[in-house]
């Protein structure tokens, strides 16, 4: 398997991953898994059902502790914080979760000022700046925010929570399958979000996803889980990898049709 390759020399990762063990009873789930983040980067992970991407994601989160390693997130291990501890972390990163996870009680707008409650002692005109700015950044009208979450297409409720996910103005930002569920317009739609916020907040984004069309339409690298191990590379580095799974899924019928589509090809040239 390739090692971890930095994306630049110079850089300090944001996020490092060191010898980590996940392990539930006698199922391994990873088994010493290493992993950097660099500055400004795009991070796909992506793996076979029951390889760990969600246990992996909570354990970067300080949701859930390891059996064994380090999480750091800017220096800072995660793992031995307390609960208070964690919270001045936690203020660093925004995240959405599959689904949107919203509130279902809550109005949109309630919703993404949740974060800023918790932290602060906003004014309600200061809340209400706040979160006309978050949904216009997502591409949401402001009439948005009196709605409940019942009330919106799937793509809003994406589009909601990666507004809630913003509210505090995070560096570093997590997405748990930001597509699935989606039609093909609304997810390319998503991906074209996330590449503008990425370039225009200067975000680090790690992201869980099947879809292949947005590994290659945003991801700079991706990391694979794999033999409770984790292989990361380029989405060029990757793709040339040996591994039987790897090469599965990089170079299956369904990949080959979303490498020909992100090249541009019409719908009739890849059916032939």
Not at 56 to 64: I, K
Not at 233 to 258: C, V
Request: net charge neutral; with cysteine.
């Amino acid at each position: 398997m390739s090692s971890n390759p930095q994306t630049s020399s110079d850089q300090t990762p944001i996020i490092s991953v060191r010898n980590l063990v996940n392990r539930f009873g006698q199922q391994v789930v990873h088994d010493g898994v290493n992993l950097d983040v660099m500055p400004g980067e795009v991070l796909g992970i992506v793996g076979g059902s029951g390889s760990g991407k969600s246990v992996l994601l909570r354990t970067m989160l300080g949701l859930q502790r390891p059996w064994s390693g380090q999480v750091l997130i800017e220096g800072r291990d995660i793992t031995q914080m307390s609960g208070a501890e964690l919270l001045s972390v936690k203020r660093r990163y925004g995240v959405t979760f599959q689904h949107g996870a919203l509130f279902s009680s809550l109005s949109v707008a309630e919703n993404i000022q949740l974060p800023i409650r918790e932290y602060f002692d906003a004014s309600p005109a200061a809340l209400e700046a706040l979160t006309e700015l978050r949904l216009r950044m997502v591409g949401l009208p402001v009439d948005a925010g009196a709605k409940l979450p019942s009330q919106l297409s799937g793509g809003m409720v994406k589009r909601a929570a990666l507004a809630r996910a913003l509210a505090l103005d995070p560096a570093l930002l997590f997405l748990d399958e930001p597509t699935a569920g989606l039609d093909p317009i609304s997810a390319a739609g998503f991906d074209e979000l996330v590449t503008y916020l990425h370039r225009s907040l200067k975000l680090t984004i790690v992201m869980i996803t099947h879809d292949l069309d947005t590994l290659l339409a945003t991801c700079s690298r991706v990391a694979v889980l794999v033999d409770r191990k984790i292989v990361v590379d380029t989405l060029d580095g990757i793709m040339k990898n040996p591994h039987p799974w790897i090469q599965e899924y990089f170079h299956g019928p369904r990949s080959r049709a979303a490498q020909v589509s992100a090249n541009g090809a019409s719908a009739s040239e890849v059916a032939r």
